[in-house]
């Protein structure tokens, strides 16, 4: 109850402030790239229940979409979408989404529909315990680590195997600890880390969680290992 409660405190208070943001990066998109604004995403959240999670949009809509998930260069983002991926200004409307009570302000990052129903086994199910965040461990290791685990020419596949388990081992040695001052200290991390990429940044340790992770998942084959 406590949690909940942050982050219907926390949402309302971010999404007045950033209200006009969202409303200048919406006009960008409308000129850099014809169509809706707003990316709606089905997503798995907690408990195994479909939602759709809001999205500046930051891709051309095309056809042919593509695969799920985006490798680094991708040609499908424009220009204007690179930028506000880059300092994740289009996460901004899952804070509607928080208020909602799809998600919660820091949670495991939630998983395409068909990512969870094809790769989602065993001790991965425990991530949907819980309502799934706008941030985590798991997206912060996603931001630093998660562009060295794609190969261009396979996005999915070496996303599935090199990338999903180990970011969902984090999100569980999170979950195992998780409290109102943990989940500060996230936020702080995720805004820290953001400003040390857009500046330039391009080697970061793996997250303190990653330690604990290892009870999931060898985590040894990342770069600066467990």
């Known amino acids: 109850m406590a949690k909940r409660a942050f982050d219907i405190l926390v949402a309302a208070v971010a999404l007045a402030l950033t209200a006009p943001i969202i409303l200048l990066a919406m006009g960008g998109i409308f000129l850099a790239s014809p169509g809706t604004v707003v990316y709606w995403a089905d997503r798995i959240g907690r408990n195994g229940r ?32 690179r930028f506000l991926r880059l300092i994740k200004l289009d996460e901004l409307p899952q804070l509607w989404n928080v208020l909602k009570g799809d998600m919660s302000l820091v949670g495991p990052r939630p998983e395409s529909v068909a990512i969870v129903e094809r790769s989602y086994s ?11 965040g706008i941030t985590s461990p798991g997206a912060i290791f996603g931001y630093t680590h998660g562009d060295d685990l794609l190969a261009p020419a396979d996005p999915e ?10 970011k969902l081992a984090i999100e569980l040695a999170y979950i195992s600890h998780s409290n109102l001052l943990r989940d500060l200290g996230v936020i702080v991390r995720t805004g820290w880390t953001i400003v040390q990429i857009a500046l330039g940044r391009r080697r970061f340790p793996l997250p303190p969680e990653a330690a604990d992770a290892a009870r999931w998942h060898d985590l040894s084959y990342l770069r600066g290992g467990a």
């Open 157 to 166: 596949g070496s996303y599935v195997r090199c990338q999903l388990p180990a």
């Open 122 to 132: 065993g001790w991965m199910l425990e991530t949907l315990k819980v309502r799934p």
């Open 50 to 81: 479909s939602y759709r999670m809001a999205k500046l949009r930051t891709m051309h809509l095309l056809d042919d979409k593509g695969p799920e998930i985006t490798a680094p260069g991708d040609p499908r983002i424009f220009t204007f979408g």
